[in-house]
T-cell receptor, first 112, second 114 residues
Framework: GQNIDQPTEMTATEGAIVQINCTYQ??????LFWYQQHAGEAPTFLSY????GLEEKGRFSSFLSRSKGYSYLLLKELQMKDSASYLC?????????????FGRGTSLIVHP | DTGVSQDPRHKITKRGQNVTFRCDPISEHNRLYWYRQTLGQGPEFLTYFQNEAQLEKSRLLSDRFSAERPKGSFSTLEIQRTEQGDSAMYLC????????????FGPGTRLLVL
């Protein structure tokens, strides 16, 4: 199985930059996902990393280091609507499983 | 709206009753997942279908839970003899054949067991 660790809560100011970290332990790493989830809504896909490095998509970027078991989600030019829970999910391909395991999520509060 | 629909959106039931939820995935998606989520937690995997075949099932899943996807399209999740601990959001997600890794989640069914 996987152990996924991410901070429970973070706060940031509108217009600023915030980095949400995720560390994990797997026996057969096969991809890492970031999802955004607003309160009472379903998760929506943000990014997928399977190779080391930075993936940039508009205001959001995701970084992966497989050797360190570490990823971060970087949010730039924060907006109030970015207040949400950010879920890190890791897929362990050992045994042929394609099922991502989710962390508990990081609740981000953006204030004016 | 991701294109994945779930019905009902809310369900209140008494302990001991059976409930059934339905998920309609995006039509060309052959992979379908059920998750359960409680407040302050991430989604917890329940079961996975590829077409009509149930390929994975969580070891944490009680035998009171059963899921089907008879024609490889919609899926149902049934909980028998519900318990208060079953109260949660039940999420369905679908994804296309391997090559695209995105899971598209439905709006969920919120279950409250009294």
């Amino acid at each position: 199985g996987q152990n996924i660790d991410q901070p429970t809560e973070m706060t940031a100011t509108e217009g600023a930059i915030v980095q949400i970290n995720c560390t994990y332990q797997t026996s057969g790493f096969n991809g890492l996902f970031w999802y955004q989830q607003h309160a009472g809504e379903a998760p929506t896909f943000l990014s997928y990393n399977v190779l080391d490095g930075l993936e940039e998509k508009g205001r959001f970027s995701s970084f992966l280091s497989r050797s360190k078991g570490y990823s971060y989600l970087l949010l730039k030019e924060l907006q109030m609507k970015d207040s949400a829970s950010y879920l890190c999910a890791v897929r362990d391909g050992e045994g042929g499983s394609y099922i991502p395991t989710f962390g508990r999520g990081t609740s981000l509060i953006v204030h004016p | 709206d991701t294109g994945v629909s779930q019905d009902p959106r809310h369900k209140i039931t008494k302990r001991g009753q059976n409930v059934t939820f339905r998920c309609d995935p995006i039509s060309e998606h052959n992979r379908l997942y059920w998750y359960r989520q409680t407040l302050g937690q991430g989604p917890e995997f329940l079961t996975y279908f590829q077409n009509e075949a149930q390929l994975e099932k969580s070891r944490l899943l009680s035998d009171r839970f059963s899921a089907e996807r008879p024609k490889g399209s919609f899926s149902t999740l049934e909980i028998q003899r519900t318990e208060q601990g079953d109260s949660a959001m039940y999420l369905c997600a679908s994804s296309p054949p391997p090559g695209s890794e995105t899971q598209y989640f439905g709006p969920g069914t919120r279950l409250l067991v009294l």
